[in-house]
């Protein structure tokens, strides 16, 4: 059986290097589809998402080497197909960006759709009508075709990270000049856009939110290194606070954390950079306050850390407001939540426009011996819930946390967390 015991309750203390950020490796990969040369890329984490994207890039043809942990050589001078295959693509939520780089090859290209359909694809479909590229489906597949594909003006109706790199990945190869308006600003982007240039492509930022792409049609090979996870960064201060613990995080950039920072004033936490790459996070005596914040987009608070600040909040003293302000749907696990006696209000809009509300009131008195992991997105959450309470716990599907982050589990037992695998 797929089962972890933890013991919660224990201050987790020492250091924890941060891994290479997954959102970021997971799309450069993507665009080293460009090139037939070497590209080599350093700090790539090892997580089971990026296994099954390689699985894919395998089979179009491409050749995949680690050349040691987290240091990765690919080549594709020998790519054959512009076909990804149902039983690859299907459940990878990145399957759309290898659109822009096998339009570039093939003129062509064949993705697996989602259980969903194209319920959820209108921010990629803009950006392909955008640029004039042909889009068919059927009850499988999308198939696009670049044949009378041309540079343009490409809109994201709503800022995100997946629009704007697909909107990048699509434009990089057409002649003439594209101008992508309302793109994000998370640094999983500025990497993308950075190793791009690296291969040879045209990008210059007008603005904070525009950027300048003039195509080009030949691309060179690379050496890049993956930014470090801002994600895990949020995540292990968070579970300091959450034990009350003590945790050096070591690989950082402190430039990148202003909204952390300013999130550890308002609740009082201790913290200090001993290094512009090094920062420690220890909780105060006594309960943290509840506090509000609202997630948007960088350099701000961004949806994917909502889950872990949700669950602080349930060990807080006091009442505490989230609100999302980018997507109402992804609040599935707070209804497992509730089923712990989290006691959680959620408010949601009617529409995907609308922002979300949660509503806490800790210190929480949880009520569980069991959580079953079933999906991938808020898992670490539930790990962190675990190590926080002062009781013992079976997690069933504990695979998924291998989705999210590297090794996390090996990382948390080595700052002293009671886990045993069963």
Same mark, same amino acid.
């Given at each position: 059986?797929?089962?972890?015991?933890?013991?919660?309750?224990?201050?987790?203390?020492?250091?924890?290097?941060?891994?290479?950020?997954?959102?970021s490796?997971?799309?450069?990969?993507?665009?080293?589809?460009?090139?037939?040369?070497?590209?080599?890329?350093?700090?790539?984490?090892?997580?089971?998402? !990026?296994?099954?994207? !390689?699985?894919?890039?395998?089979?179009?043809?491409?050749?995949?080497?680690?050349?040691?942990?987290?240091?990765?050589?690919?080549?594709?001078?020998?790519?054959h197909?512009?076909k990804?295959?149902?039983?690859?693509?299907?459940? =990878?939520?990145?399957?759309?960006?290898?659109?822009?780089?096998?339009?570039?090859?093939?003129?062509?290209?064949?993705?697996?759709?989602?259980? @969903?359909?194209?319920?959820?694809?209108?921010?990629?479909?803009?950006?392909?009508? @955008?640029?004039?590229?042909?889009?068919?489906?059927?009850a499988?597949?999308?198939? !696009?075709?670049?044949?009378?594909?041309?540079?343009?003006r490409?809109?994201?109706?709503? *800022?995100?990270?997946?629009?704007?790199?697909?909107?990048?990945?699509?434009?990089?190869?057409?002649?003439?000049?594209?101008?992508?308006?309302?793109?994000?600003?998370?640094?999983?982007?500025?990497?993308?856009?950075?190793?791009?240039?690296?291969?040879?492509?045209?990008?210059?930022?007008?603005?904070?939110?525009?950027?300048?792409?003039?195509?080009?049609?030949?691309?060179?090979?690379?050496?890049?290194?993956?930014?470090?996870d801002?994600?895990?960064?949020?995540?292990?201060?968070?579970?300091?606070?959450? *034990?009350?613990?003590?945790?050096?995080?070591?690989?950082?950039?402190k @430039?990148? =954390?202003?909204?952390?920072?300013?999130?550890?004033?308002?609740?009082?936490?201790?913290?200090?950079?001993?290094?512009?790459?090094?920062?420690?996070?220890?909780?105060?005596i006594?309960?943290?306050?509840?506090?509000?914040? *609202?997630?948007?987009?960088?350099?701000?608070?961004?949806?994917?850390?909502?889950?872990?600040?949700?669950?602080?909040?349930?060990?807080?003293?006091?009442?505490?407001?989230?609100?999302?302000?980018?997507?109402?749907?992804?609040?599935?696990?707070?209804?497992? =939540?509730?089923?712990?006696?989290?006691?959680?209000?959620?408010?949601?809009?009617?529409?995907?426009?609308?922002?979300?509300?949660?509503?806490?009131?800790?210190?929480?008195?949880?009520?569980?011996?069991?959580?079953?992991?079933?999906?991938?997105?808020?898992?670490?959450?539930?790990?962190?819930?675990?190590?926080?309470?002062?009781?013992?716990t079976?997690?069933?599907?504990?695979?998924? !946390?291998?989705?999210?982050?590297?090794?996390?589990?090996?990382?948390?037992?080595?700052?002293?967390?009671?886990?045993?695998?069963?």
């Amino acid at each position: 059986m797929n089962l972890l015991t933890t013991k919660g309750g224990k201050p987790l203390l020492g250091e924890v290097e941060i891994s290479g950020a997954k959102n970021s490796a997971l799309k450069i990969i993507i665009a080293s589809l460009f090139t037939n040369e070497d590209v080599y890329i350093s700090n790539v984490p090892k997580v089971k998402s !990026l296994e099954n994207e !390689l699985q894919i890039m395998e089979s179009l043809g491409s050749k995949v080497e680690w050349l040691s942990s987290n240091y990765l050589k690919i080549n594709n001078s020998k790519l054959h197909s512009s076909k990804i295959s149902m039983g690859l693509g299907k459940n =990878l939520n990145t399957s759309f960006l290898f659109a822009g780089p096998l339009l570039y090859r093939f003129g062509e290209a064949t993705i697996p759709l989602p259980d @969903s359909g194209t319920e959820g694809l209108e921010r990629f479909i803009e950006t392909w009508s @955008s640029l004039n590229i042909e889009i068919n489906f059927d009850a499988n597949f999308l198939y !696009l075709r670049s044949d009378n594909s041309r540079a343009g003006r490409v809109e994201i109706t709503r *800022t995100s990270h997946t629009a704007t790199d697909n909107a990048i990945l699509s434009s990089i190869f057409l002649n003439g000049e594209t101008t992508i308006i309302n793109t994000s600003e998370e640094i999983e982007v500025k990497d993308l856009v950075n190793f791009c240039i690296q291969l040879g492509a045209s990008i210059e930022y007008e603005n904070k939110r525009v950027l300048k792409i003039k195509g080009q049609r030949h691309f060179k090979g690379t050496d890049f290194s993956i930014v470090s996870d801002l994600a895990e960064v949020v995540y292990f201060s968070i579970l300091a606070l959450v *034990t009350n613990g003590n945790i050096i995080i070591k690989n950082i950039d402190k @430039s990148q =954390l202003s909204f952390l920072i300013s999130f550890f004033n308002k609740v009082e936490a201790n913290f200090e950079f001993t290094t512009n790459s090094e920062l420690r996070i220890w909780k105060k005596i006594g309960d943290l306050k509840g506090f509000e914040i *609202t997630a948007g987009s960088y350099p701000g608070i961004i949806s994917d850390y909502i889950p872990y600040f949700i669950v602080l909040s349930l060990f807080c003293e006091g009442e505490s407001k989230i609100t999302d302000l980018t997507y109402r749907d992804k609040f599935y696990y707070v209804y497992q =939540l509730n089923k712990y006696n989290s006691k959680i209000k959620i408010f949601e809009g009617e529409n995907d426009f609308e922002k979300c509300e949660i509503f806490t009131k800790g210190p929480a008195k949880f009520n569980f011996d069991k959580i079953i992991l079933d999906s991938v997105g808020a898992s670490p959450a539930f790990l962190l819930l675990c190590l926080g309470v002062a009781f013992q716990t079976e997690i069933i599907g504990y695979d998924k !946390l291998d989705f999210v982050f590297e090794n996390l589990i090996e990382k948390v037992v080595k700052l002293g967390a009671d886990v045993k695998y069963d």
